[in-house]
Protein backbone atom coordinates (compact mmCIF):
# COMPACT_ATOMS: atom_id res chain seq x y z
CA UNK A 1 0.00 0.00 0.00
CA UNK A 2 1.39 3.40 -0.56
CA UNK A 3 1.73 6.03 2.28
CA UNK A 4 -1.09 7.17 3.03
CA UNK A 5 -0.26 10.04 5.40
CA UNK A 6 -2.02 12.58 3.84
CA UNK A 7 -4.88 11.07 2.77
CA UNK A 8 -7.25 10.93 -0.58
CA UNK A 9 -8.72 13.97 -0.37
CA UNK A 10 -5.36 15.71 -0.19
CA UNK A 11 -3.96 13.13 -2.66
CA UNK A 12 -6.42 14.35 -4.97
CA UNK A 13 -5.63 17.55 -4.96
CA UNK A 14 -2.36 17.30 -6.71
CA UNK A 15 -2.26 18.37 -10.35
CA UNK A 16 -0.19 15.35 -10.94
CA UNK A 17 -2.49 12.62 -9.99
CA UNK A 18 -5.76 14.46 -11.25
CA UNK A 19 -3.78 14.30 -15.00
CA UNK A 20 -3.21 10.84 -14.30
CA UNK A 21 -7.42 10.01 -13.58
CA UNK A 22 -8.25 12.20 -16.64
CA UNK A 23 -5.03 9.62 -18.80
CA UNK A 24 -6.79 6.81 -17.66
CA UNK A 25 -10.15 7.39 -18.03
CA UNK A 26 -9.16 8.26 -21.41
CA UNK A 27 -7.66 5.04 -22.28
CA UNK A 28 -10.63 2.99 -21.32
CA UNK A 29 -12.49 4.88 -24.68
CA UNK A 30 -15.79 4.13 -22.55
CA UNK A 31 -16.87 7.88 -22.22
CA UNK A 32 -18.32 9.90 -25.27
CA UNK A 33 -15.97 12.73 -26.28
CA UNK A 34 -18.17 15.36 -24.93
CA UNK A 35 -18.70 13.91 -21.46
CA UNK A 36 -14.92 13.53 -21.43
CA UNK A 37 -14.43 17.23 -21.85
CA UNK A 38 -17.04 17.99 -19.36
CA UNK A 39 -15.54 15.92 -16.70
CA UNK A 40 -11.96 16.93 -17.31
CA UNK A 41 -13.10 20.70 -17.40
CA UNK A 42 -14.20 19.96 -13.73
CA UNK A 43 -11.15 18.12 -12.94
CA UNK A 44 -9.07 20.72 -14.04
CA UNK A 45 -10.72 23.39 -12.30
CA UNK A 46 -10.19 25.36 -9.20
CA UNK A 47 -13.56 24.09 -8.68
CA UNK A 48 -12.79 20.53 -7.64
CA UNK A 49 -9.87 22.31 -5.52
CA UNK A 50 -12.88 24.01 -3.29
CA UNK A 51 -14.61 20.66 -3.34
CA UNK A 52 -11.63 18.80 -2.15
CA UNK A 53 -11.39 21.24 0.81
CA UNK A 54 -14.74 21.35 1.81
CA UNK A 55 -14.56 17.27 2.20
CA UNK A 56 -11.57 17.75 4.31
CA UNK A 57 -13.06 20.10 6.64
CA UNK A 58 -15.69 17.74 7.12
CA UNK A 59 -18.77 19.29 4.63
CA UNK A 60 -20.18 16.43 2.71
CA UNK A 61 -22.21 18.06 0.52
CA UNK A 62 -23.23 15.53 -1.71
CA UNK A 63 -26.93 15.60 -2.79
CA UNK A 64 -28.90 12.01 -2.45
CA UNK A 65 -28.46 10.22 -5.18
CA UNK A 66 -31.44 9.19 -8.58
CA UNK A 67 -32.80 5.79 -7.98
CA UNK A 68 -33.16 3.39 -11.01
CA UNK A 69 -34.64 0.08 -10.96
CA UNK A 70 -32.61 -1.38 -14.29
CA UNK A 71 -33.87 -4.77 -15.48
CA UNK A 72 -31.41 -8.21 -15.46
CA UNK A 73 -31.33 -8.52 -19.47
CA UNK A 74 -35.13 -10.08 -20.42
CA UNK A 75 -35.69 -11.45 -16.81
CA UNK A 76 -38.27 -10.34 -14.82
CA UNK A 77 -35.30 -9.56 -11.95
CA UNK A 78 -34.47 -5.96 -11.40
CA UNK A 79 -30.91 -4.47 -10.37
CA UNK A 80 -31.15 -1.18 -8.26
CA UNK A 81 -28.43 1.40 -9.25
CA UNK A 82 -27.97 4.60 -7.40
CA UNK A 83 -26.34 7.28 -8.97
CA UNK A 84 -25.02 11.09 -8.72
CA UNK A 85 -24.90 13.15 -11.60
CA UNK A 86 -22.50 16.38 -13.12
CA UNK A 87 -19.50 17.47 -10.55
CA UNK A 88 -20.56 15.27 -7.64
CA UNK A 89 -20.68 12.16 -10.02
CA UNK A 90 -16.76 12.87 -11.38
CA UNK A 91 -15.55 13.78 -7.77
CA UNK A 92 -17.03 10.30 -6.82
CA UNK A 93 -15.31 8.87 -9.73
CA UNK A 94 -11.82 10.69 -8.91
CA UNK A 95 -11.97 9.31 -5.29
CA UNK A 96 -12.38 5.93 -6.55
CA UNK A 97 -9.60 6.15 -9.38
CA UNK A 98 -7.25 7.07 -5.45
CA UNK A 99 -8.70 3.78 -3.91
CA UNK A 100 -6.63 1.73 -6.38
CA UNK A 101 -3.51 2.57 -3.04
CA UNK A 102 -5.44 0.50 -1.17
CA UNK A 103 -5.21 -2.53 -3.57
CA UNK A 104 -2.64 -4.30 -1.91
CA UNK A 105 -5.05 -5.16 0.87
CA UNK A 106 -6.95 -7.89 -1.40
CA UNK A 107 -5.97 -11.55 -2.40
CA UNK A 108 -4.39 -12.25 -5.65
CA UNK A 109 -7.54 -14.19 -6.40
CA UNK A 110 -10.07 -12.01 -6.35
CA UNK A 111 -10.10 -10.36 -9.96
CA UNK A 112 -12.43 -7.28 -9.75
CA UNK A 113 -12.31 -3.83 -9.82
CA UNK A 114 -8.39 -4.08 -9.87
CA UNK A 115 -5.68 -1.17 -10.91
CA UNK A 116 -3.73 -4.11 -12.96
CA UNK A 117 -6.23 -7.17 -13.02
CA UNK A 118 -9.63 -7.32 -14.54
CA UNK A 119 -11.89 -10.61 -15.62
CA UNK A 120 -9.88 -11.61 -18.76
CA UNK A 121 -6.72 -12.37 -16.34
CA UNK A 122 -9.74 -14.62 -14.14
CA UNK A 123 -10.51 -16.39 -17.51
CA UNK A 124 -6.66 -16.83 -18.50
CA UNK A 125 -5.71 -18.24 -14.79
CA UNK A 126 -8.38 -20.58 -15.21
CA UNK A 127 -7.03 -21.95 -18.69
CA UNK A 128 -3.39 -22.18 -17.28
CA UNK A 129 -4.87 -24.40 -14.58
CA UNK A 130 -2.67 -28.05 -15.81
CA UNK A 131 -5.82 -30.55 -15.70
CA UNK A 132 -9.04 -28.78 -15.08
CA UNK A 133 -10.91 -32.09 -15.94
CA UNK A 134 -9.43 -33.72 -12.51
CA UNK A 135 -11.03 -31.68 -10.06
CA UNK A 136 -14.38 -30.87 -8.77
CA UNK A 137 -15.69 -27.18 -8.85
CA UNK A 138 -17.44 -25.08 -7.18
CA UNK A 139 -19.60 -22.42 -8.69
CA UNK A 140 -21.51 -20.17 -6.48
CA UNK A 141 -22.84 -16.78 -6.95
CA UNK A 142 -24.29 -13.81 -4.32
CA UNK A 143 -27.90 -13.16 -4.81
CA UNK A 144 -28.36 -8.76 -5.19
CA UNK A 145 -25.22 -8.51 -3.60
CA UNK A 146 -24.99 -5.00 -3.60
CA UNK A 147 -28.63 -4.38 -2.38
CA UNK A 148 -27.70 -7.16 0.53
CA UNK A 149 -24.56 -5.78 2.14
CA UNK A 150 -25.57 -4.23 5.52
CA UNK A 151 -23.34 -0.56 6.24
CA UNK A 152 -23.17 -1.60 9.80
CA UNK A 153 -21.16 -4.51 9.03
CA UNK A 154 -18.78 -3.29 6.72
CA UNK A 155 -18.23 0.08 7.97
CA UNK A 156 -15.77 -1.83 10.98
CA UNK A 157 -13.62 -3.25 8.35
CA UNK A 158 -13.68 0.28 6.53
CA UNK A 159 -12.89 1.70 9.90
CA UNK A 160 -9.31 0.01 9.69
CA UNK A 161 -8.88 -0.14 6.29
CA UNK A 162 -8.90 3.82 6.42
CA UNK A 163 -7.40 4.43 10.24
CA UNK A 164 -4.85 6.26 8.79
CA UNK A 165 -7.32 8.16 6.20
CA UNK A 166 -10.53 9.11 8.71
CA UNK A 167 -11.71 11.73 6.23
CA UNK A 168 -12.16 9.03 3.74
CA UNK A 169 -14.21 6.74 6.23
CA UNK A 170 -16.24 9.55 7.49
CA UNK A 171 -17.59 10.08 3.45
CA UNK A 172 -18.22 6.30 3.44
CA UNK A 173 -20.08 6.33 6.55
CA UNK A 174 -22.00 9.74 5.50
CA UNK A 175 -22.74 8.30 2.24
CA UNK A 176 -23.91 4.60 3.90
CA UNK A 177 -26.16 5.56 6.56
CA UNK A 178 -27.37 8.66 5.71
CA UNK A 179 -30.33 6.54 3.33
CA UNK A 180 -32.06 8.81 1.28
CA UNK A 181 -32.65 8.83 -2.25
CA UNK A 182 -34.30 10.41 -5.39
CA UNK A 183 -36.93 8.31 -7.42
CA UNK A 184 -37.88 8.49 -11.19
CA UNK A 185 -40.79 11.22 -9.85
CA UNK A 186 -38.23 13.34 -7.94
CA UNK A 187 -39.76 12.59 -4.16
CA UNK A 188 -37.17 12.07 -1.44
CA UNK A 189 -37.69 8.62 -0.28
CA UNK A 190 -35.78 6.02 2.43
CA UNK A 191 -33.28 3.66 0.82
CA UNK A 192 -33.19 -0.05 -0.12
CA UNK A 193 -30.74 -1.71 2.50
CA UNK A 194 -27.22 -2.22 0.88
CA UNK A 195 -24.34 0.01 -0.34
CA UNK A 196 -25.44 2.13 -3.21
CA UNK A 197 -24.83 0.02 -5.92
CA UNK A 198 -23.53 1.68 -8.83
CA UNK A 199 -22.01 4.07 -7.73
CA UNK A 200 -18.70 4.60 -8.05
CA UNK A 201 -17.39 3.74 -4.51
CA UNK A 202 -19.08 0.95 -4.07
CA UNK A 203 -17.02 -1.41 -5.85
CA UNK A 204 -14.81 -0.92 -3.41
CA UNK A 205 -17.28 -2.46 -0.37
CA UNK A 206 -17.89 -5.31 -2.89
CA UNK A 207 -14.43 -6.49 -2.88
CA UNK A 208 -14.19 -5.86 1.43
CA UNK A 209 -17.31 -7.73 1.96
CA UNK A 210 -15.93 -10.88 0.82
CA UNK A 211 -11.68 -10.22 2.06
CA UNK A 212 -12.32 -12.97 5.07
CA UNK A 213 -13.41 -15.58 2.25
CA UNK A 214 -10.85 -15.03 -0.09
CA UNK A 215 -7.50 -15.39 2.26
CA UNK A 216 -9.42 -18.52 3.12
CA UNK A 217 -9.57 -20.13 0.02
CA UNK A 218 -6.47 -19.18 -1.46
CA UNK A 219 -5.19 -21.06 1.45
CA UNK A 220 -6.46 -24.19 1.28
CA UNK A 221 -8.69 -25.07 -2.13
CA UNK A 222 -6.09 -25.80 -5.44
CA UNK A 223 -7.38 -22.76 -7.48
CA UNK A 224 -10.14 -19.97 -6.60
CA UNK A 225 -10.92 -16.82 -8.04
CA UNK A 226 -13.66 -14.35 -7.26
CA UNK A 227 -14.91 -11.51 -9.48
CA UNK A 228 -17.20 -9.70 -7.26
CA UNK A 229 -20.51 -11.81 -6.33
CA UNK A 230 -18.93 -14.50 -8.50
CA UNK A 231 -16.54 -17.45 -7.17
CA UNK A 232 -15.42 -20.54 -8.41
CA UNK A 233 -13.52 -23.09 -6.03
CA UNK A 234 -11.68 -25.93 -6.76
CA UNK A 235 -11.19 -29.21 -4.76
CA UNK A 236 -9.31 -32.53 -4.89
CA UNK A 237 -12.63 -34.53 -4.38
CA UNK A 238 -16.13 -34.54 -3.30
CA UNK A 239 -16.18 -34.09 0.89
CA UNK A 240 -13.40 -31.03 0.24
CA UNK A 241 -15.90 -29.57 -1.89
CA UNK A 242 -18.83 -29.96 0.36
CA UNK A 243 -16.59 -28.11 3.08
CA UNK A 244 -16.33 -25.74 1.18
CA UNK A 245 -19.34 -25.09 0.16
CA UNK A 246 -20.35 -25.28 3.78
CA UNK A 247 -17.46 -22.69 4.34
CA UNK A 248 -19.39 -20.24 2.15
CA UNK A 249 -22.84 -20.54 3.43
CA UNK A 250 -21.65 -19.98 7.34
CA UNK A 251 -19.77 -17.26 6.28
CA UNK A 252 -22.85 -15.85 4.26
CA UNK A 253 -24.92 -16.32 7.23
CA UNK A 254 -23.31 -14.43 9.21
CA UNK A 255 -23.24 -11.49 7.00
CA UNK A 256 -27.09 -11.74 6.09
CA UNK A 257 -25.97 -12.89 2.37
CA UNK A 258 -27.80 -15.56 0.47
CA UNK A 259 -26.64 -17.89 -2.61
CA UNK A 260 -28.32 -17.48 -5.48
CA UNK A 261 -29.77 -21.04 -6.03
CA UNK A 262 -29.57 -20.66 -9.69
CA UNK A 263 -26.36 -20.44 -9.89
CA UNK A 264 -24.77 -22.47 -7.25
CA UNK A 265 -23.47 -25.74 -8.54
CA UNK A 266 -20.96 -28.33 -7.75
CA UNK A 267 -19.55 -29.67 -10.89
CA UNK A 268 -18.10 -33.18 -11.98
CA UNK A 269 -14.69 -33.73 -12.66
CA UNK A 270 -14.13 -33.14 -16.41
CA UNK A 271 -18.05 -31.06 -16.72
CA UNK A 272 -18.56 -28.08 -18.79
CA UNK A 273 -17.98 -24.81 -16.19
CA UNK A 274 -19.50 -21.46 -17.21
CA UNK A 275 -18.28 -18.06 -15.56
CA UNK A 276 -19.04 -14.65 -16.43
CA UNK A 277 -19.99 -14.96 -19.72
CA UNK A 278 -17.89 -17.76 -20.95
CA UNK A 279 -17.74 -21.81 -21.01
CA UNK A 280 -14.69 -23.94 -19.94
CA UNK A 281 -14.73 -27.80 -21.44
CA UNK A 282 -11.59 -29.55 -21.47
CA UNK A 283 -9.32 -26.40 -22.26
CA UNK A 284 -11.77 -25.18 -24.99
CA UNK A 285 -13.05 -21.58 -23.86
CA UNK A 286 -16.17 -20.26 -25.89
CA UNK A 287 -19.33 -18.14 -25.42
CA UNK A 288 -21.66 -19.16 -23.01
CA UNK A 289 -25.07 -20.50 -24.10
CA UNK A 290 -26.94 -17.96 -21.90
CA UNK A 291 -24.70 -14.86 -23.10
CA UNK A 292 -24.97 -15.91 -26.75
CA UNK A 293 -28.52 -16.62 -26.90
CA UNK A 294 -29.26 -12.94 -24.94
CA UNK A 295 -27.22 -11.98 -28.23
CA UNK A 296 -29.27 -14.09 -30.78
CA UNK A 297 -32.71 -12.77 -28.89
CA UNK A 298 -31.52 -9.45 -29.41
CA UNK A 299 -31.25 -9.78 -33.46
CA UNK A 300 -34.05 -11.74 -33.09
CA UNK A 301 -36.75 -8.86 -31.47
CA UNK A 302 -34.73 -6.16 -33.75
CA UNK A 303 -35.63 -8.17 -36.75
CA UNK A 304 -39.13 -8.05 -36.21
CA UNK A 305 -39.49 -4.44 -35.28
CA UNK A 306 -37.66 -3.61 -38.76
CA UNK A 307 -40.27 -6.05 -40.49
CA UNK A 308 -42.79 -3.96 -39.20
CA UNK A 309 -41.01 -0.48 -39.95
CA UNK A 310 -40.82 -1.77 -43.97
CA UNK A 311 -44.62 -1.27 -43.76
CA UNK A 312 -44.84 1.77 -41.64
CA UNK A 313 -42.28 3.94 -43.17
CA UNK A 314 -42.35 1.86 -46.73
CA UNK A 315 -38.65 0.98 -46.38
CA UNK A 316 -37.82 -0.71 -49.47
CA UNK A 317 -36.41 -4.52 -48.75
CA UNK A 318 -32.57 -3.52 -49.27
CA UNK A 319 -33.27 -0.06 -46.91
CA UNK A 320 -34.69 -2.35 -44.16
CA UNK A 321 -31.73 -4.89 -44.79
CA UNK A 322 -28.98 -2.58 -44.43
CA UNK A 323 -30.47 -1.22 -41.27
CA UNK A 324 -30.21 -4.51 -40.19
CA UNK A 325 -26.77 -4.80 -41.03
CA UNK A 326 -25.39 -1.80 -39.45
CA UNK A 327 -27.60 -3.13 -36.34
CA UNK A 328 -25.35 -6.60 -35.89
CA UNK A 329 -22.30 -4.77 -36.79
CA UNK A 330 -23.30 -2.03 -33.64
CA UNK A 331 -23.82 -5.09 -31.47
CA UNK A 332 -20.55 -6.93 -32.71
CA UNK A 333 -18.22 -4.16 -33.13
CA UNK A 334 -19.43 -1.12 -31.73
CA UNK A 335 -20.19 2.10 -33.39
CA UNK A 336 -18.29 3.61 -36.59
CA UNK A 337 -15.75 6.09 -34.70
CA UNK A 338 -16.92 5.06 -31.12
CA UNK A 339 -14.59 4.63 -28.07
CA UNK A 340 -16.87 2.36 -26.33
CA UNK A 341 -15.34 -1.25 -25.38
CA UNK A 342 -16.99 -3.22 -28.17
CA UNK A 343 -18.44 -6.46 -27.57
CA UNK A 344 -16.00 -8.14 -29.70
CA UNK A 345 -12.79 -6.44 -28.26
CA UNK A 346 -13.85 -7.99 -24.85
CA UNK A 347 -14.73 -11.51 -26.13
CA UNK A 348 -12.28 -11.73 -28.62
CA UNK A 349 -8.46 -11.49 -26.64
CA UNK A 350 -9.68 -14.93 -24.28
CA UNK A 351 -11.77 -17.12 -26.48
CA UNK A 352 -10.29 -19.71 -28.54
CA UNK A 353 -12.89 -21.45 -30.69
CA UNK A 354 -15.22 -20.16 -33.29
CA UNK A 355 -17.75 -22.56 -32.58
CA UNK A 356 -20.53 -19.89 -31.06
CA UNK A 357 -19.02 -17.50 -33.28
CA UNK A 358 -19.79 -19.48 -36.57
CA UNK A 359 -23.69 -20.35 -35.05
CA UNK A 360 -24.17 -16.13 -34.25
CA UNK A 361 -22.55 -15.63 -37.96
CA UNK A 362 -25.22 -17.42 -39.09
CA UNK A 363 -27.94 -16.20 -37.37
CA UNK A 364 -27.42 -12.52 -38.24
CA UNK A 365 -27.05 -13.48 -41.50
CA UNK A 366 -30.46 -15.48 -41.67
CA UNK A 367 -32.06 -12.57 -39.88
CA UNK A 368 -31.02 -10.03 -42.45
CA UNK A 369 -31.82 -12.10 -45.26
CA UNK A 370 -35.59 -12.30 -43.03
CA UNK A 371 -36.28 -8.55 -43.12
CA UNK A 372 -35.17 -8.42 -46.75
CA UNK A 373 -38.00 -11.07 -48.00
CA UNK A 374 -40.28 -10.77 -45.07
CA UNK A 375 -40.37 -14.37 -44.52
CA UNK A 376 -37.64 -17.72 -44.09
CA UNK A 377 -39.01 -19.73 -47.38
CA UNK A 378 -36.43 -20.23 -49.54
CA UNK A 379 -36.55 -17.10 -51.62
CA UNK A 380 -34.61 -15.12 -48.59
CA UNK A 381 -31.51 -16.97 -50.24
CA UNK A 382 -31.60 -14.70 -53.19
CA UNK A 383 -29.78 -12.48 -51.31
CA UNK A 384 -26.52 -14.14 -51.35
CA UNK A 385 -23.49 -13.90 -49.07
CA UNK A 386 -21.50 -11.55 -51.53
CA UNK A 387 -24.54 -9.02 -51.20
CA UNK A 388 -24.73 -9.04 -47.33
CA UNK A 389 -21.09 -7.95 -47.81
CA UNK A 390 -21.66 -5.13 -49.99
CA UNK A 391 -23.92 -3.75 -47.45
CA UNK A 392 -21.50 -3.73 -45.34
CA UNK A 393 -21.96 -7.24 -43.34
CA UNK A 394 -18.45 -7.93 -40.82
CA UNK A 395 -18.52 -11.58 -40.47
CA UNK A 396 -17.47 -12.65 -36.65
CA UNK A 397 -15.14 -15.25 -37.60
CA UNK A 398 -13.51 -13.37 -40.12
CA UNK A 399 -13.06 -10.21 -38.01
CA UNK A 400 -11.60 -12.84 -35.25
CA UNK A 401 -9.02 -14.13 -36.94
CA UNK A 402 -7.65 -10.60 -37.75
CA UNK A 403 -8.30 -9.44 -34.23
CA UNK A 404 -5.19 -8.46 -33.46
CA UNK A 405 -4.46 -9.61 -29.41
Avoid at 137 to 162: C, H, N, R
Wanted: net charge positive; charged share 30%.
Amino acid sequence: MKNNANGIFDRAAAVEIREDFLSSRQKQNNSKPEKYDEMASYIRSSAVENDLNRLKRGEFFFSAPRHFRIPKDFSQRKRDIYVWYGTEKYLLSLLCYLLRDYDSIFSPCLYSFRSKMNAHDFIRKLLRCPDTRKYYIVKADISSYASSIVPEQILPQLKKIFQNDPGMYSLYEFLLLRRECIERDGSLVKCEPGILGGNPLSNFLMNVCLMDLDTYYECHAPLYCRYSDDLIIFAENRAEAERYISFFQSVLKEKHLTVNPEKMRLIEPGEQVDILGYSLNQGILDIADHSRQKLLRKIRMHSKRLILAKKERHLTDREAAVQMTVYCNNLFFGKAGSNELSWSRWIFPVINTIASLKEMDHYAQEAIRYVYCGSFSAKRYRLRYRDLQKMGYRSLVHEYYHFER
